[in-house]
């Protein structure tokens, strides 16, 4: 059972857009979430986070918006540049604070 | 300051071997984590050490062990292979025991099961 869903497998985004990645999370006792970017031959590559008492996070180009009474939160890029082209996965930390519960990953394509 | 860093990068094992998969962390980082990338499932989380002592366990069978050594270095171990096995095995680091947020994941192991 997915605790953390990413619905989207794809997105296509031209360059200079605004590319938006969704998450929903299941448990409600998540506090902390967690982006990661992976490009292929690579291990995942931490973006950004974001903790349940803000609903937004910004870091230049990257926000993270927390919709707590919906279990969703949201990855905005802006603008979209062929650079980030990877793949984007949404992660919770579990309750204890010791593992990353991950969603299943959107790939993000970004032409120019 | 060096990254995480995983041997071996590529594997190829036929169903019924055993295999072993090693993880150097960061210098000072004394938690590992091990996760199992595959295309259907995302990424999973498979066990957590810290202090040569396992913290936590992912929903795997015990065909999946590890271990971590004095000097922080982990292994995994699958016996028995079975053509599911074959994924990419992360490998991060964390820099301090407590419930810190972010890891560094080594490249992976890419281990394929015929």
């Known amino acids: 059972d997915q605790q953390v869903k990413q619905n989207s497998p794809s997105l296509s985004v031209q360059e200079g857009r605004i590319s938006i990645l969704n998450c929903d999370y299941t448990?409600?006792?998540?506090?902390?979430f967690l982006w990661y970017k992976k490009y292929p031959a690579e291990g995942p590559t931490f973006l950004i986070s974001?903790?349940?008492?803000?609903d937004k996070n910004e870091d230049g180009r990257f926000t993270v918006f927390l919709n707590k009474s919906a279990k969703h939160l949201s990855l905005h890029i802006v603008p979209s540049q062929p650079g980030d082209s990877a793949v984007y996965f949404c992660a919770a930390l579990n309750q204890a604070g010791t593992a990353l519960i991950f969603g299943k990953g959107t790939t993000l394509s970004v032409s120019s | 300051k060096a990254g995480v860093t995983q041997t071996p990068r590529y594997l190829i094992k036929t169903r019924g071997q055993q295999v072993t998969l090693s993880c150097s962390p960061i210098?000072?980082?004394?938690?590992v984590s091990w996760y199992q990338q595959t295309p259907g499932q995302g990424l999973q989380f498979l066990f957590e050490y810290f202090s040569e002592t396992q913290r936590n366990k992912g929903n795997f069978p015990g065909r999946f062990s590890g271990r971590q050594f004095s000097n922080s270095r982990s292994e995994m171990n699958v016996s028995t292979l079975e053509l599911g096995d074959s994924a990419l095995y992360l490998c991060?680091?964390?820099?301090?025991?407590?419930?810190?947020?972010?890891?560094?994941f080594g490249p992976g192991t890419r281990l394929t099961v015929l």
């Open positions: 991060a680091s964390n820099p301090v025991a407590a419930t810190s947020d972010t890891q560094y």
């Open positions: 210098s000072g980082h004394r938690s």
């Open positions: 448990n409600s006792m998540f506090d902390y």
């Open positions: 974001i903790s349940s008492i803000k």
